[in-house]
């Protein structure tokens, strides 16, 4: 493993949740949360981990068995097409008290077979864990929004008319993976004109005109973990009030969102204040989505910021701060920074 210590702590982390969760082995088989744990990328549904009392075991693809003998050599691996068989036959033989599985995460048919060998049905553990990013994660979380910010710097002077939103995205997508991005974050979102009134715009084959909105959605996978960003602009001389006056709003919404950030607040009143904003300015029908979400290795993940959620803000959380307003058949406007929360308050990851 590479950074040791922080694979360590995580590892101790699990532990001490295990412990008060009444288990002393668990069944891991999200693949994001077996990198998590070891730093390893497996591809998703083909690995099973068991963390036990004295170790952890790996039923894997045969293909991963020699990659990793050199990279985890404290694993005990186990090539085998029966991944999830072999584990429960394995615990069964082991002198193992209580085992469990994530029942958010598993399959109806895996869950089922857990279940019936006597396995214990468990709170989301490793989720738990990665809604507060440690210090090795949150370098990599850095490195990931500051790409998709520079894409922006990158791409903006660069756009013209007569250009399709694929080709804006084209050019997103090739800057981010040149600076060592391994993939986007969820699918690149341009949207011009009226497209831009579309929260999630699928991306097309539409031209870019002289004087018309411009929003771009997109963020990148950095060492395993996801940035987020919206930028909205108006492309051309004749930007109209109207426009300038809700991008304002929009602005003085993201702003007041990311001030309200702080440890020890509710992640419904970021909600509250940015909605707020937009209410006061007669807008509120118009923002029609939540104000924002954690980031990790998921692009969605807890803890956020929407009016129906109980979370608490706590240092290490990774999330966004997103408000929009989209006016059908005319424009949207949506500007969206990633933050990570810290003692004070938070720091804007989508910077320079
Ligand atoms: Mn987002």
């Known amino acids: ?68 003998q050199k990279e985890l050599p404290e694993l005990e691996v186990f090539g085998t097409d029966q991944r999830l068989e072999n584990a429960l036959k394995k615990i069964e033989e082991m002198p ?30 490793i989720s738990q864990l990665r809604r507060e990013k440690d210090s090795d994660e949150l370098k990599r979380m ?14 903006r002077p660069r756009i013209k008319t007569g250009m399709t939103e694929n080709e804006v995205a084209v050019m997103l997508e090739q800057f981010m993976r040149a600076q060592g991005a391994t993939a986007v974050s969820f699918l690149t979102i341009v949207g011009f004109g009226e497209n831009a009134a579309n929260p999630h715009h699928e991306t097309s084959m539409r031209k870019l005109k002289n004087n018309e909105a411009v929003l771009m959605d997109y963020g990148c996978i950095y060492q395993g973990y996801c940035s987020d960003i919206t930028r909205c602009w108006w492309h051309g001389k004749n930007e109209p009030a109207e426009y300038t006056k809700v991008w304002h709003i929009v602005d003085k919404a993201r702003r007041a969102g990311i001030k309200a950030l702080k440890p020890g607040v509710a992640t419904k009143e970021i909600d509250a204040t940015a909605r707020g904003i937009i209410t006061a300015a ?31 803000l706590r240092v290490g959380n990774v999330v966004t701060v997103e408000p929009g307003i989209y006016l059908p058949g005319k424009f949207g406007i949506r500007l969206e920074d990633t933050l990570a929360i810290t003692q004070k308050g938070s720091t804007i990851l989508t910077r320079k």
């Not at 891991?28 to 744990?37: A, C, E, P, R, S």
């Not at 209580?98 to 598993?106: H, L, M, P, T, Y």
């Not at 954690?294 to 109980?310: L, R, T, Y």
């Open 142 to 155: 850095r490195a990931s929004n500051k790409i998709a910010y520079m894409a922006y710097e990158y791409v």
């Open 1 to 68: 493993m590479r950074e040791k210590t922080n694979f360590k702590n995580r590892l101790a982390g699990l532990k001490t949740l295990m412990k008060k969760n009444g288990v002393d082995a668990v069944v891991i088989t999200n693949n994001l949360d077996q990198y998590y744990l070891t730093n390893f990328f497996f591809y998703p549904d083909e690995t099973v981990l068991v963390v036990h009392p004295k170790g952890i075991l790996c039923f894997t693809r045969d293909l991963y068995v020699v990659p990793l």
């Open 96 to 125: 193992i008290k209580q085992a469990g599985f994530d029942a958010s995460k598993e399959s109806y048919r895996q869950g089922t077979l857990m279940r019936k060998a006597g396995l214990k049905e468990l709170p989301s553990l």
């Open 282 to 312: 007669g807008y509120g029908d118009y923002f029609t989505h939540r104000t924002g979400h954690g980031v990790g290795m998921d692009i969605h993940e807890e803890p956020f910021n929407s009016a129906d959620s109980q979370a608490i």
